[in-house]
């Protein structure tokens, strides 16, 4: 049995999170789902209208003796846009906001910490926007939303904004792609 830890991320729609964190080595699943609102079981129409708190999350679990949680934040800050508030690209509103769930003080002081590097670096015009917040309860999205982009790749959203993503990763951390066999 491997070593486990979890970490939940939104950027945007949880599509382009979960195809880029399937490609990395060391992740063992990813699933999409909702985090941060006050609306208990939400399903994805309630989420869409902005008024039930949620983001649209991944729930990444790894081995971290293979991929540490830095670097599963490194690839986040690195495939989605932290400065934008309430969106990403075409997609608008609170639940695509840039968002951290941490499950421990540890990954909280890991995350904080790379934002504060982030920023001194001065790689986007504006500051950092991501939130970082204690986990609550993660709610499972719908099961279609699962390996979406997998089974989907010629969608219209998925061959648009989707794939570019996950070749930047490709490009971006291929020393951190999962092998092929």
Request: with cysteine; hydrophobic share 35%; charged share 20%.
């Amino acid at each position: 049995m491997t070593n486990q830890e979890i970490a939940t991320l939104g950027g945007g729609c949880f599509w382009c999170l979960e195809a880029v964190y399937d490609e990395m080595q060391g992740v063992l699943s990813v699933e999409s789902g909702y985090m941060g609102g006050h609306v208990a079981n939400p399903d994805y129409r309630s989420v869409c209208t902005g008024t039930t708190g949620h983001v649209e999350v991944v729930q990444v679990t790894f081995d971290p003796a293979i991929t540490t949680y830095r670097e599963i934040l490194e690839v986040f800050f690195a495939i989605h846009d932290p400065t934008s508030v309430d969106c990403q690209g075409n997609d608008h509103g609170p639940q695509y906001r840039s968002a951290i769930y941490y499950h421990s003080q540890q990954q909280r002081e890991i995350a904080t910490n790379l934002i504060a590097e982030l920023n001194a670096e001065g790689i986007w015009r504006s500051p950092i926007v991501t939130e970082v917040r204690p986990a609550v309860p993660f709610y499972m999205a719908e099961d279609y939303h699962q390996e979406y982009f997998r089974n989907n790749p010629r969608q219209p959203y998925c061959a648009y904004v989707v794939a570019p993503k996950v070749k930047k990763f490709r490009e971006k951390f291929v020393a951190k792609m999962r092998s092929v066999t």
